[in-house]
């Protein structure tokens, strides 16, 4: 479980985060949405420890992961996996020592045993085989299944993802959608997903915090956001002439 | 100026704390010195040849008189060749090919979230990435001046043995009379500063970088700029006090 409490940020005098609490929980999806530069990515940066907070802090199974120095992070590090949205592999090694590198650096398995960890995780993201190539050789879609692979080859209790489907077609993107969801049920990790992919929202949106002027807007599940009235959050989901036509039919 | 002399000193202090596993940063280091070491030699031993020769010619062309021995023009291009022209160009010359390509490894490392990825990880990212590439300089830097003063020589050799003025015999005689190996010291400390610049400095550009593919070809070349003055400055520094 993860906590965030009134959580600021200031990149000089631009307030992009103005006090943001929440709880994600474990075996769901927690989804973070909001339009371009509402300062999801920002959010998430600050959960994970990538920003600095200016105010506020983040709870990880209780533990303030804020006040915590370099070193004290590390244990709890160990236990986060993230999909960035550009994938973020290391271009210099192939698929295989990609998925092996966290093993390389923090546990003491064999050889033999890290080989076989990166086979179970590529093929859980269906790409057995593809060990021996580099990621300059891949598609969109398989970048970000191969990150995924990297992000949970730890057996991570936390999943951080970060726009999963930008620039990705719809069936890539659903298939991308049901494997974190997948994957979130069968480890119970807390998962937290930033999108503003519709598609997503609607499919795998168990918790959804709605983002804007940088302040929570809005909080619920995919069930709740058809019916809401928040003029905003409508104003948002119901952007396109499609979903206004689907709402109509409800 | 201050709060960047200030970012790069905090940098390379994270760069140098205990690392997470020494065989993976043991790996690491190996496949940089590979990479600066193997990979500059073509270029050093290219550049080394010619300057030996082109030094040897000029001294010879200003000591025309016949009142100076002609195994004088040896002897220079020694002092010449150890003193500035191994460390301070085969330097000038790596801070283009083993610096850029640094600067632009870590900066698009930077700008693709490579960087962000590995301190998810719980990854000390300027340990991993820096230090490697700053102990391949100062261990390959003195090896590769090395190189460069003895192909130097070789290069003189050639332009004695292609030209009349004087003699190879003549040649040999002046590089070992009167040898101060004081200048071996200069030399040598001159390579692993110098190295130590370089990879540092380019490091930090890259590391520091924003935005995209534009501004990764900005800070390389700004490492390689900044490097290059670094490196004539403390060729003055080192060269005052030692010598
Ligand atoms: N490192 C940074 N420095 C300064 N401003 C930033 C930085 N990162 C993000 N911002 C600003 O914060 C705002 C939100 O950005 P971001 O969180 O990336 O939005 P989103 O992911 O929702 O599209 C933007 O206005 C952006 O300019
Ligand atoms: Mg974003």
Redesign the pocket.
């Known amino acids: 479980m993860i906590e965030i409490q009134d959580i600021h940020k200031k990149?000089?005098d631009?307030e992009?985060l103005k006090g943001i609490s929440s709880v994600f929980k474990p075996g769901v999806n927690n989804l973070i949405i909001?339009?371009?530069?509402?300062?999801?990515?920002?959010?998430l940066?600050c959960i994970v420890g990538l920003?600095e907070p200016s105010e506020g802090d983040v709870l990880f199974n209780g533990e303030n992961f804020t006040d915590m120095g370099f070193e004290q992070r590390v244990p709890i590090r160990t236990h986060i996996g993230m999909l960035f949205q550009n994938s973020a592999l290391f271009d210099s090694m192939t698929v295989e020592e990609n998925i092996m590198f966290p093993l390389n650096l923090f546990t003491s398995q064999s050889k033999a045993e890290k080989r076989d960890r990166a086979n179970f995780c590529l093929e859980r993201v269906n790409l057995a085989g593809k060990n021996k190539l580099f990621p300059s050789e891949l598609s969109g879609g398989m970048k970000k299944r191969v990150g995924i692979a990297r992000a949970i080859s730890m057996q991570p209790k936390y999943l951080f993802v970060?726009?999963p489907n930008s620039g990705l077609d719809p069936v890539t993107s659903i298939l991308i959608d049901d494997l974190i969801s997948e994957l979130t049920v069968e480890y119970n990790m807390t998962t937290v997903v930033?999108t503003?992919d519709m598609n997503s929202v609607m499919g795998i949106g168990d918790h959804i915090l709605f983002?804007h002027q940088g302040k929570k807007w809005w909080e619920g599940s995919n069930k709740e956001i058809a019916h809401t009235d928040n003029k905003e959050l409508n104003e948002f989901v119901f952007a396109s002439r499609f979903m206004r036509a689907a709402k109509a039919k409800l | 100026m201050i709060q960047s002399l200030g970012r790069y000193i905090l940098l390379l202090r994270l760069s140098f704390r205990k690392p997470e596993k020494f065989q993976v940063y043991w790996a690491e280091v190996m496949r940089e010195m590979v990479s600066a070491g193997i990979g500059s030699l073509g270029i050093i031993m290219i550049i080394s040849v010619f300057i030996g020769a082109a030094v040897t010619i000029q001294t010879a062309f200003q000591l025309i008189s016949p009142l100076i021995p002609k195994s004088v023009v040896g002897g220079i291009t020694r002092d010449s060749m150890v003193l500035e022209f191994s460390p301070t160009i085969s330097s000038l010359v790596l801070a283009g090919r083993i610096g850029s390509s640094m600067a632009s490894q870590i900066g698009t490392m930077r700008v693709t979230e490579q960087i962000d990825a590995l301190e998810i990880m719980g990854v000390n990212a300027p340990g991993y990435l820096i230090s490697p590439k700053v102990i391949a300089g100062v261990t390959m830097f003195p090896l590769l001046v090395i190189v460069s003063i003895l192909l130097g020589f070789a290069g003189g050799y050639i332009a004695c043995f292609s030209s009349s003025e004087v003699t190879t015999h003549d040649f040999m005689v002046g590089l070992s009379d009167g040898f101060n190996p004081v200048i071996i010291t200069v030399c040598m400390v001159k390579a692993v500063i110098f190295g130590f610049i370089i990879t540092t400095i380019c490091s930090y550009q890259g590391f520091y970088t924003?935005g995209g593919a534009l501004e990764v070809g900005q800070s390389a070349t700004r490492g390689v700029v900044y490097s290059c003055v670094m490196i004539l400055m403390f060729d003055l520094i080192i060269s005052r006090l030692f010598l």
């Open positions: 990149f000089g631009n992009v909001g339009g371009s530069g509402s300062g999801k990515t920002t959010l940066k920003h970060d726009e930033v503003h983002l | 924003k």
